[in-house]
């Protein structure tokens, strides 16, 4: 075969390749995913059996026996676990975004930056001699399937076409091809269907090829598993060892030893963490993975003995060529379709395992090690994100390269088994921080980054070093006799442990230190707060709590635009305006376009989240640190109100405790004043507030005066009165009957308010109004100097409570001094009651020849009206008064006026005499009482028929004159007692003849008002007693009542009404 | 599925990953590290190719019983990682 046909095959081969790429990434634009599905995840993962598998396996297998199984059975071991760890690692993956296994752990302890720098400088190197190795197995088979049966000759020359040689092209060639499917643009998910669906192709191609093979030796050179066993014991007895374990001591701890490397290998190896953690789809894929995958290894190993041993028994146990058995036996047999067939298989194995491989290190690369210098240096330019793809590019190429320059200086001389087992031992060194950090919390960065390193610096030197000296690069010396001939220091004997095997020694050593270290320095140092909060993320990933992320806000906060634009300059326009538009698509935003302000951390979050996507979380981190600080705005705590509880639920606890007290206060029955201040003192104290204000509105002076007020100096309230209108938040929280409220004082946009803010030093503010029965009548005020942000939507309820409840003490109190001044005008009401009608008489005078009837009715309120009879036969004297005032106060007069007329009337001479006395008497208590007396009072002799009268401004008494059946109406000269302490009153006379009837009354009765607003008037009153005439005086008072009540159309009089009638029968 | 039957089940897989591990192992492999064939095939070897895929068996009636949580969010369902 030529190698013309090859490069035709090959060519052919890769367009397959390409096409099955480009179809899957096509399939992923229109939405559907062909390599979404478990069967797809678990031929990916196979990735794991490289041109190591294919061709070093049957190498090892006929050289140093059974081993070789172990690299695959620690896989199949391991996947018992994967449920619980892989899906573990998948689903804090999915949740932050994570791009690679340095990022995970980067992410992992307080995404930190240097402990990525550590893990990707530790994963390229430790991946550039596997890289090499796979170079070497594609050069290597093209030599060998093209120069047959030369092979033997040219197998390790370097083939040159036109000046550059085999393994230079397939290294452009592969570059070229992880740049076509990672690296056109960068993704936001870091998902590659092509190139998934091509490494999912090439598994089924190498194994396919590969059992073509172990067929065709098995059963067509041989005759099936006993047959070459067979042939092999009777032909190289001395070989037996091969088909077991070797007895040396050291084969057990290696056998061990191999398990537990390739348990860690198949999770933590670059391309593997890729293959299973970031190009996963659906976390459940790994229950079909987990069994899936281990078929997979044992099928491809299935015909690894009987193989290697057909080769020996072929080769003659020549084992020169031991590690292209899988190649040179077909082609010994000349099949050559079988043998492009397994060159192609082995073709597959590398191509897969070089351009994942090189891509998840150029992703780290980029992350981990790019962006930190990018960020440090604080490059400034719009648009990033095709520099960054630049970047990425250049960095696949390097790691190729660097591969192939390993395999060009040092290739030749190690054993593909070795190269393996290095990287292996590599991968390895990330389980303890990375499987720590998924069940232990107090996992450390500190520690992480100390463990890492020493595990780093030991391997370099139990392995490195050996092979640099095998290479012989370094004198065999350093082997044998130690560095500077320590002996102690022995690579391969360390500390004088030298019946180990190399890879035991190196396997116990690195994990000693870097486990030990790791444990150490996580146990005594503490982590930030940044780092305990990753670390309780991936640890407690499935009851991780979202809400909590709302404890924080973000001052100055950039809008959502600027989070695009943001985005845009490190992951592109397009790329950037898909990401928004998928976060806001269920969110609300507010008519200024713009998240509330709690959710604005959580589009931090997004932001930091996509872009790390991108570049990797710690860079992500800083990019977003730089952009914020530059800004001026900061993530702060949210103060916790209420205390050292957490919020949500058990804030309302914190709530109702508050609440009850506060309606304790109010319910106390205490003074208003001092139920304001406990709870001005309640908000004061549990929130920590600097100033709370209670501003209650006054009528008089238009204004909110501060009625309560806690943590004040007295110079604030000299101007904390404010204004009815919308300059300030407090009028407008009045006027609008709305809660007004700025978490920072900085985004207050009025000038009033802004002025004010500035003079006090107010960092935040809510002013709540007071209502009652929905109408504002104050407000509640609370302020901060120091702290942004407390008013989360929680508290504000609790304050809009508060306010509430100050309402309710408000009108309670009110309530309540109504219901005292109520009761206590009761109670003055009836004392004058009980005055009063002891003032009246409590029976008429019974002279014969007078018919006599008194009556007095007070109205609602205490009656002011009084009459009297003083009986000093053959005299009568009659009294009848109004006192202005209703109250006690006039009850009062009243009695002193009764007492003086009782006492004195009797001594003295005439009505004049009396009525001057009396006004004399009264008049400094009725002036101080601001009151005023109307009197008449009427001397009737009976026996003389001759009355004397004198009239203090009363209404004018009536008298019937039967005789010409007419009223007389009775009045003198006379000013109204209390008003002129000098007063002359007029004194008249008049004879009252039998059938004459005297008739006196108050002006209740005639000023009794129907519902037209006449008057009942004198008229009518005549009419009224006319209509009676005959009758006794009593009937007469009580017809005429019930005309005036008739008249004004309801039973009580609005005034008290008295009337007295003396009828003259004799 | 309950919690109980749930931490059985995680026990089972630890149970059966240290015994895969054990038996699969150095030194429990040096049982059947000896000269005699079956069929042709040394012990050792037929061990291997009859312990390897009984493991892989275990695995898949295993995985079989494992309910497939389809709750993206994946909360509450996980408790188990």
Same mark, same amino acid.
Request: with cysteine; aromatic share 12%; charged share 15%.
């Given at each position: ?684 104290? %549990? ?12 009528? %008089? ?123 206590? %005008? ?44 003083? #009986? ?42 009396? #009525? ?131 008249? %004004? ?18 | ?81």
């Amino acid at each position: 075969m030529t190698y013309e046909h090859i490069n035709l095959t090959i060519l052919f081969y890769v367009l397959i390749l390409f096409a099955v790429a480009f179809g899957a990434a096509s399939h992923r634009k229109h939405g559907k995913s062909i390599v979404s599905n478990p069967h797809i995840y678990s031929l990916t993962l196979a990735i794991y059996c490289t041109s190591w598998t294919y061709y070093g396996s049957v190498g090892r297998a006929a050289t140093t026996g059974l081993d070789f199984l172990t690299i695959y059975l620690g896989p199949t071991l391991i996947s018992f676990t994967w449920w619980f760890l892989l899906r573990k690692i998948i689903l804090i993956s999915k949740e932050h975004n994570i791009v690679s296994i340095a990022d995970f752990i980067a992410s992992r302890y307080g995404k930190s930056t240097y402990l990525g720098v550590i893990v990707t400088i530790f994963a390229v190197l430790g991946i550039v001699p596997y890289i090499a190795l796979q170079l070497k197995a594609i050069n290597h088979t093209f030599n060998l399937i093209g120069n047959w049966p030369d092979a033997s000759v040219n197998a390790a020359t370097f083939i040159k076409f036109g000046g550059v040689d085999t393994a230079f092209i397939v290294a452009v060639f592969l570059a070229l091809f992880c740049i076509l499917f990672a690296a056109m643009r960068l993704d936001s998910t870091e998902h590659h269907e092509g190139l998934i669906a091509v490494i999912a192709l090439e598994s089924i191609i190498k194994l396919i090829a590969f059992l073509a093979i172990g067929i065709f030796v098995t059963y067509g050179l041989f005759d099936g598993f006993s047959d070459i066993f067979t042939k092999f014991t009777n032909t190289f007895p001395d070989k037996q060892n091969l088909l077991r374990l070797s007895p040396t001591c050291s084969s057990g701890p290696r056998w061990f030893s191999m398990t537990f490397m390739s348990m860690m290998a198949v999770m933590f190896l670059p391309r593997q963490f890729h293959a299973m953690v970031i190009e996963n789809t659906n976390h459940n894929h790994v229950r079909t993975a987990m069994w899936a995958f281990p078929a997979y290894l044992f099928l491809i190993n299935l015909f690894v003995l009987p193989i290697a041993v057909g080769g020996l028994l072929t080769f003659n146990g020549d084992t020169s060529l031991a590690d292209y058995y899988v190649l040179s036996l077909p082609l010994s047999a000349n099949q050559q379709a079988l043998a492009v067939l397994v060159f192609i298989g082995g073709f597959s194995a590398a191509a897969g395992m070089v351009m994942l491989e090189s891509i998840t290190s150029a992703t780290m690369i980029l992350n981990n090690l790019v962006m930190p210098i990018i960020l440090r240096f604080n490059l400034k330019m719009t648009d990033m994100s095709g520099i960054l793809l630049n970047i990425k590019r250049l960095a696949i190429i390097g790691v190729i390269f660097l591969g192939y320059f390993y395999y060009h200086i040092l290739g030749e001389s190690a054993a593909l088994i070795n190269i393996g087992l290095i990287s292996f031992m590599a991968a390895t060194q990330f389980a303890p921080a990375l499987l720590a950090g998924l069940y232990w919390e107090k996992a450390n960065q500190r520690g992480a980054a100390i463990g890492l390193i020493l595990g780093f610096i030991l391997w370099c030197y139990t392995l490195l070093i050996p092979s640099f000296v095998n290479a012989g690069w370094l004198p065999t010396g350093i082997l044998t006799e130690g560095p500077f001939a320590i002996a102690w220091l022995k690579p391969t004997a360390l500390f004088y442990l030298d019946n180990l095997d190399i890879w035991s020694h190196s396997l116990f050593w690195t994990l000693f230190f870097n486990i030990g270290a790791f444990l150490t320095i996580s146990i005594t140092t503490k982590q930030s707060k940044q780092e305990q909060e990753q670390a309780h993320r991936f640890v407690q990933v499935s009851t991780w709590d979202k809400n909590k992320n709302q404890l924080s806000r973000l001052s100055k906060a950039p809008s959502i635009m600027e989070f695009v634009d943001l985005m845009s300059k490190f992951i592109g326009e397009k790329e950037a305006h898909t990401a928004i538009a998928e976060y806001l698509g269920d969110r609300t935003v507010d008519e200024k376009g713009s998240l509330s302000e709690y959710e604005i951390p959580n589009l931090k979050r997004f932001t930091e989240k996509t872009l790390a996507a991108s570049v990797g979380a710690a860079s992500a981190r800083i990019i977003i640190e730089n952009y914020l600080s530059a800004r001026g705005s900061k993530m702060e705590d949210i103060f916790n109100i209420f205390g050292t509880v957490s919020l949500s639920r058990n804030a309302s606890r914190e709530q109702l405790s508050v609440l009850y007290e506060a309606a304790n206060a109010v319910s106390s029955g205490a003074d208003l004043d001092d139920i304001f201040d406990s709870i001005l003192e309640l908000l004061y104290r %549990q929130f920590r507030f600097d100033l709370c204000v209670l501003r209650f509105y006054d009528e %008089q002076e238009n204004k909110l005066i501060v009625r309560n007020f806690k943590g004040i100096d007295t110079d604030f309230l000299s101007r904390a009165d404010r204004e009815i209108n919308d300059e300030t938040c407090i009028g407008k929280a009045y006027i609008n009957n709305k809660i007004q409220l700025a978490n920072d004082s900085d985004c207050v946009d009025n000038p009033v308010s802004v002025a004010i803010v500035q003079r006090e030093g107010i960092k935040s503010f809510a002013h709540a109004p007071v209502t009652i029965e929905g109408q504002p009548i104050g407000v509640l005020s609370s302020y901060s100097h120091y702290s942004k942000g407390i008013y989360t939507d929680e508290f504000i309820e609790l304050y809009k409570n508060l306010a509430a409840q100050i309402g309710i003490a408000w009108r309670n109190a009110n309530q309540i001094a109504k219901l005292i001044e109520a009761s206590e %005008q009761e109670k003055e009401l009836r004392i004058a009651e009980s005055i009063q009608l002891g003032l009246l008489p409590d029976k008429m005078p019974d002279i014969s020849g007078l018919d006599i009837a008194g009556i007095c009715i007070p109205a609602k309120q205490v009656g002011g009206d009084y009459y009297d009879f003083i #009986v000093q036969s053959p005299d009568i004297d009659i009294v009848i008064a109004d006192v202005s005032g209703h109250n006690v106060g006039a009850a009062l007069l009243m009695a002193e006026a009764r007492t003086f007329i009782q006492a004195r009337a009797r001594l003295l001479v005439s009505p004049t005499v009396v #009525v001057d006395s009396l006004n004399r008497f009264l008049y400094k208590d009725l002036t101080k009482a601001e009151l005023f007396i109307t009197l008449f009072y009427l001397k009737y002799d009976h026996d003389k028929k001759l009355m004397t009268y004198t009239n203090a401004g009363h209404n004018h008494p009536l008298v019937y004159h039967s005789s010409t059946k007419s009223f007389e109406e009775l009045d003198t000269e006379g000013l109204i007692l209390g008003i002129k302490q000098e007063v002359s009153f007029e004194e008249r006379h008049g004879i009252l003849e039998t059938g004459d009837i005297l008739i006196m009354y108050t002006d209740g009765i005639i000023e009794a008002t129907n519902n037209k607003g006449e008057l009942f008037g004198l008229e009518r009153l005549k009419n009224a007693i006319i209509e009676s005439i005959d009758n006794d005086s009593q009937t007469i008072i009580d017809n005429t009542l019930i005309i005036a009540r008739m008249f %004004q159309g309801q039973r009580h009089f609005v005034d008290d009404v008295t009337m007295i009638v003396v009828k003259i029968n004799q | 599925m309950s919690e109980k039957s749930k931490s059985q089940q995680r026990q089972m897989w630890i149970l059966f990953f240290i015994l895969g591990v054990i038996m699969l192992n150095f030194p429990f492999i040096q049982i059947f590290n000896r000269p005699e064939t079956i069929f042709g095939i040394p012990v050792f070897i037929l061990y291997i190719l009859c312990g390897w895929p009984f493991s892989i068996v275990v695995i898949y009636l295993f995985s079989r019983t494992i309910i497939e949580d389809n709750n993206k969010q994946s909360t509450g369902d996980n408790n188990d990682l």
